[in-house]
């Protein structure tokens, strides 16, 4: 395997100040907290402060006093991209090409039918890699974690505390209730699995009452590291009834109204360019529905909204301690979702009886469908899992008002991604990324670089090129281009991003040679970055 040598294993606040310019941390200012707020199969246009109806007021707020961007890219999964977020690695040098260990028949399998014995598919995170909370406690900081880990649960030491984290509660699986984490799926605190909860119960406030006591357990000056992985709006559907009852009906104008209107909003943000028009409709007509297929649409997707304005009520509560402790303006927190919205099971009304929606045992459905998951993905083609944008774009908020106050919900369009986030934590909280961890293990090099440079310098270039694959899902970012190959295809696609970003023009045949350059550049990647052998 011949992994590239020429990344700089190494790295302090001082090596990317001499990088990117006088924007690096230096040793003798005081270190950040630093809050990462990750959400789950939530869509593009779904946040107002992207377009989006959703009253979210607690994240455009956030939003305001920092700087969007609008071409940060994820894996399109939940658990390839908590994988490369933890680590700054590509998911498959982490271990988790595909899909992470869930729960699994312990008496018919050895071990997790998904480990398919080489590096790049084991569903889980190896010791070639460091997280975050690892490189972070060795530059003095607390470590803590609340919500969806999905990187590893087999045996204990997969578990965040083993992993670099002080503290810990959440659910180690891909997906539980959000009313009873129960069985495999249940809640585990520390290293200790819990019994389901009795009484009123819901996990996005659970999550945030934990990161809240958490940060309040400090008992010095130390900064700290929060993560803070929400299951929201993941189905199943689950929300509390005084949420779903603030948007009963606000949807039954259907998913066309809902679309048009983001467009607009999103091209007065400037968080879209007029001219990209909207990704490949593949629903009915909303006209074409039945009043009873409308009003169940309807519900379904109002169930949706009150999990993502739960959520953004508890992001307001996490971000009003830290004012109350006066540690809000030398907080960096960065916002993002894990993955486009999620289609599945890929029919228009989703999985799952309206019946089903808040019944505590179930977790696997119901969801709101197809149609609804485009309308999140506005404007872009596809959902969770292709690479298409709509699969792999994310909304992306960093905020750290003692340093950034004055950009005032700026957009950035620099190309980022996942690897990118750690690079900036240890640009901001002056660490260093080893060589050897884990007992003397090589490391694999840091893929990414930080975004700090890109809000003081707009035209920083981060990337030249970026990488993707998940489930034969493939594709590669150059310049304005961007080469697609879909899991049901074997031709790659190409596509002008910056004039069509819904990715409506196919163009491989008038620029074959573009192509050619982009997919030779994908496949040196994908022999050198484990993505083969799969076997």
Same mark, same amino acid.
């Given at each position: ?12 606040a001082?090596t ?18 630093i ?31 920092g700087v ?68 972070? &406690? ?7 974690m ?18 670099? %984290? ?7 699986s ?5 009313? &009873? ?12 699995s ?29 900064? %700290?590291?929060l ?7 993941h ?7 005084e949420?779903?009852?603030? %948007? ?13 209107? !983001? ?39 109002a ?24 540690e ?79 950009y005032?919900?700026?957009? !950035? ?9 750690m ?59 961007k ?38 550049k ?14």
């Amino acid at each position: 395997m011949n992994i590239r040598k020429d990344k700089v294993l190494l790295l302090t606040a001082t090596t990317f100040a001499a990088g990117f310019g006088a924007t690096g941390i230096h040793a003798q200012e005081k270190q950040p907290n630093i809050v990462l707020i990750m959400v789950d199969d939530m869509g593009y246009s779904d946040l107002g402060c992207y377009g989006g109806e959703i009253p979210t007021p607690n994240i455009d707020a956030l939003a305001k006093q920092g700087v969007r961007f609008t071409h940060f890219y994820n894996t399109g999964r939940s658990c390839p991209t908590r994988a490369s977020l933890l680590t700054g690695l590509y998911p498959h040098q982490a271990g988790i090409g595909e899909m992470s260990e869930d729960p699994y028949n312990k008496e018919r399998f050895d071990k997790y039918p998904g480990d398919k014995g080489v590096h790049g598919y084991r569903g889980f995170l190896n010791r070639q890699s460091v997280t975050i909370a690892e490189v972070l &406690k060795e530059a003095g900081y607390h470590t803590y974690m609340t919500g969806k880990w999905h990187v590893g649960m087999d045996r204990m030491e997969k578990w965040p505390l083993q992993r670099g %984290f002080d503290r810990y509660y959440g659910i180690l699986s891909g997906a539980s209730s959000y009313l &009873k984490p129960q069985g495999d799926r249940n809640l585990t605190l520390d290293n200790t699995s819990l019994p389901a909860p009795e009484g009123p119960y819901y996990t996005t406030d659970a999550f945030t009452d934990y990161a809240l006591e958490f940060m309040d357990s400090r008992t010095d000056t130390h900064p %700290f590291f929060l993560y803070v992985a929400y299951n929201a709006p993941h189905w199943p559907l689950h929300a509390k009834q005084e949420d779903i009852d603030k %948007f009963v009906g606000k949807y039954k104008k259907g998913w066309q109204h809902i679309q048009k209107n !983001r467009l607009k909003k999103m091209k007065k943000l400037g968080i879209i360019d007029d001219s990209w028009g909207v990704g490949q409709w593949e629903g009915r007509d909303w006209n074409d529905l039945t009043e009873e297929e409308k009003t169940e649409l309807d519900y379904r997707m109002a169930v949706y909204v009150a999990q993502v304005h739960c959520m953004d009520y508890n992001v307001g509560r996490i971000i009003n301690y830290l004012k109350e402790k006066d540690e809000f303006d030398n907080t960096l927190i960065i916002f993002l979702s894990d993955n486009g919205a999620c289609a599945e099971p890929h029919t228009e009304k989703g999985s799952g009886t309206l019946a089903d929606i808040n019944d505590p045992d179930e977790v696997w459905k119901p969801s709101y469908g197809l149609a609804w998951a485009q309308v999140s993905n506005t404007p872009f083609r596809k959902y969770k899992v292709r690479a298409y944008e709509g699969g792999t774009t994310t909304p992306f908020i960093l905020s750290w008002p003692e340093k950034y106050s004055g950009y005032k919900g700026q957009l !950035r369009n620099n190309r980022a991604f996942l690897p990118d986030i750690m690079a900036t934590f240890i640009d901001a909280g002056s660490a260093r990324y080893p060589e050897k961890y884990h007992g003397g293990n090589d490391i694999l090099p840091l893929q990414g670089n930080s975004i700090l440079p890109t809000i003081t310098s707009p035209d920083t270039e981060l990337h030249e090129y970026i990488f993707a694959e998940h489930f034969d899902n493939c594709a590669v970012w150059w310049k304005n281009w961007k080469a697609v190959k879909d899991q049901s295809s074997k031709e790659w696609e190409l596509f002008d991003i910056e004039k069509d970003r819904a990715e409506r023009i196919n163009l491989a045949y008038e620029h074959p040679e573009i192509r050619k350059q982009l997919v030779t550049k994908w496949k040196e990647w994908a022999d050198t970055h484990y993505v083969y052998p799969k076997e």
